[in-house]
């Protein structure tokens, strides 16, 4: 059996080019970059998400923003096998297309939107179509998981909330506070997303979602895209792949089969997983999910959960 296609709902390319204009994604630099387009192809990708992440010490301000969006633009859509990916039309014509990739773009942290909604509507109008409200730290709209004081959402970020659902915008719970997480599943009136989260049960880090949590995503109808990140994956060093796959098993047993996709993080960390350094080794957490479900049930983990929740949620 061959590979099969592959989602993934996270990766920080975008910083990276941002960091350091002299990159390019062709994959000339697969030594500075674990996303690069020859890793996709290796992949059988399908469909990537692009996170716009401007790091603490730049300017919290659109103009990073823009920078990023315009890197994307510039660096990544002008290859001809990148698809921008903005509504579910394009969804529908990607899923009848083969060799070529999907493109979407999410805002991680809306520090530089300064609480103006205007910004979420540019954002929309540039094609941004998920949006996590903080990265770690605190902002005008909610607390992160690292704020101590553990706040919730804010009037501002609320409002945020309420645009990004009219407009079509995905929200994404990642990196937001326990009590900011419950704030938004209040104030959604859409399914909402965890696009780079494992569970705290196995594995105690506040960057991951309590049983509960996990539970009210589900049922709320949304996504939860198990990472990469190994302090996420386990507290033991190394992580490797059985130490991922313990995490989808256990969104399993909550009912999660056909709600869970994956969110790499790649470009965002450090260390890797041993086995998953970059998308041209996912076929060893394919073979390792391939010993233990069904072909069908993998090939929703990696492509059906996602592109259909996409095909439902994206605007028309």
């Given amino acids: ?185 209040q104030v959604s009136t859409k399914p909402i997303i965890a696009s780079h989260s494992n569970c705290r049960f196995l594995c105690p880090h506040p960057r991951n979602l309590e049983d509960d949590q996990i539970k009210a995503l589900l049922a709320g109808g949304g996504l939860i895209g198990v990472t990469y990140v190994p302090q996420f994956v386990s507290s033991r060093v190394p992580a490797g792949i059985a130490d991922v796959l313990r995490h989808v098993e256990r969104i399993c047993e909550f009912g999660g089969v056909s709600q869970l996709m994956f969110g790499s993080d790649f470009d965002g960390i450090d260390h890797h997983v041993e086995g998953l350094t970059h998308p041209g080794e996912l076929h060893q957490l394919q073979d390792a999910l391939l010993a233990r479900y069904p072909e069908e049930v993998v090939k929703a983990f990696f492509e059906t959960n996602a592109l259909d929740f996409l095909a439902k949620h994206l605007p028309h």
Avoid at 11 to 37: H, I, M, S
Avoid at 62 to 84: C, G, N, W
Avoid at 89 to 99: F, T, V
Avoid at 101 to 126: C, H, N, T
Wanted: one cysteine or more; charged letters at 25%.
């Fill in 1 to 185: 059996m061959g590979n099969l296609r592959k989602v993934d709902f996270h990766c920080d390319v975008l910083w990276k080019l941002l960091e350091n204009p002299a990159l390019t994604f062709n994959g000339g630099d697969q030594r500075n970059l674990d996303v690069t387009l020859p890793r996709l192809k290796q992949a059988d990708s399908i469909f990537q998400t692009f996170a716009i992440y401007i790091p603490e010490r730049m300017d919290k301000t659109m103009v990073p923003i823009l920078q990023s969006i315009d890197l994307f633009y510039r660096k990544v859509l002008t290859h001809p096998e990148m698809a921008f990916i903005r509504t579910s039309r394009d969804i529908l014509a990607l899923r009848q297309q083969s060799g070529v990739i999907g493109a979407m773009l999410s805002l991680e942290g809306a520090d530089g939107l300064q609480g103006d909604p205007a910004m979420v509507r540019i954002l929309f109008a540039l094609g941004v179509r998920a949006a996590g409200l903080t990265w770690n730290n605190a902002n005008w709209a909610a607390d992160g998981v690292l704020e101590t004081r553990g706040g919730g959402l804010t009037k501002k970020g609320r409002a945020f909330v309420e645009e990004c659902n009219r407009l079509g915008i995905l929200l994404d719970v990642s990196h937001l506070s326990d009590r900011a997480f419950w704030d938004m599943l």
